[in-house]
């Protein structure tokens, strides 16, 4: 037998064997349980129109201010990072790793929690952003996560411009800060479009956690109003539902970043 023709068993062998697994698993599912408990029609009829209005609304929101948050503390940080002064390095360098190495969960519940616990305050409203007590110490908390991130991404977008490009605007005329603002810039974020994308993806999932610290009705993202559903009618379909939304914000956006990386290949 030729290697070709082994070839041509093995795979044939392993679509026999998914199709088995398939045919398996369909034969020993309760359609019927699988339906009532995960796609009860009944009960995603009163999860509308404020699965949307409510919980696609606030995790767009949260995760929107978040990430504009994080990437104007990122270039601040990613700068600093790369400051000729020392000091200034240090800190950059001591606020990323020290992000970067705690769970986004833990910066959460410290800014909800332990932060107003240990200063005796309570979280303000910000009216103009729609944030209001606790979910400004969640977005707070994805801001300061974000940040850490984003900054490793943007210092490595600002490292692969080619340092000629910042010397001859520098031999110009041009001032370090003009150079760095209307040279380097623009070329940096074009390069780390891609992982920005990526960034706003994971930050996206990463709203859910704020559901821990607790937020009033009107503030519950996806994951808040997705529990708060799966309380109410004892029944998993609040779950699927906010899954199913999830993937209606998550996979377009996933797309665009592919889009993006294959049309920056091309590029190159």
């Known amino acids: 037998m030729t290697k070709k023709n082994k070839e041509r068993l093995t795979r044939g062998a392993m679509y026999a ?61 990613a700068l600093m990072r790369m400051s ?23 910066v959460i519940l410290l800014m909800g929690f332990g932060v107003p616990l240990a200063f005796q305050f309570r979280w303000p409203d910000v009216p103009f952003l729609g944030l209001r007590g606790m979910a400004t110490a969640g977005v707070l908390a994805l801001i300061l996560v974000a940040a850490a991130y ?12 080619p340092k000629g490009q910042a010397e001859a605007a520098r031999s110009l005329g041009m001032s370090a800060p003009r150079t760095m603002v209307t040279i380097v810039l623009p070329q940096a974020f074009r390069v780390v479009i891609p992982p920005m994308t990526n960034e706003f993806v994971l930050l996206l999932k990463d709203t859910a956690l704020l559901s821990v610290i607790g937020m009033q ?34 996979v377009p956006v996933t797309q665009l970043v592919a889009w993006m990386e294959r049309r920056q290949q091309k590029a190159r």
């Open 17 to 77: 064997l998914l199709v088995a697994v398939v045919v398996w698993l369909a034969s020993i599912a309760d359609v019927e349980a699988i339906r009532s408990n995960f796609f009860s029609e009944e009960v995603w009829a009163k999860l509308w129109p404020e699965i949307i209005t409510i919980g696609a609304w606030n995790t767009i929101k949260y995760t929107v201010i978040a990430f504009a948050g994080g990437l104007v503390l990122a270039l601040v940080l």
């Open 84 to 106: 000729p002064v020392a000091p200034y390095r240090w800190i950059g360098t001591a606020y990323v790793e020290f992000f970067r190495g705690l769970p986004a969960l833990v």
């Open 150 to 161: 984003m900054a490793e991404t943007l210092r490595a977008g600002i490292q692969a411009v």
């Open 217 to 250: 009705a009107l503030d519950r993202d996806l994951t808040a109003f997705g529990q708060n559903g799966l309380t109410t009618y004892a029944n998993s379909s609040p779950l699927m539902a906010i899954a199913i939304v999830y993937l209606l914000i998550a």
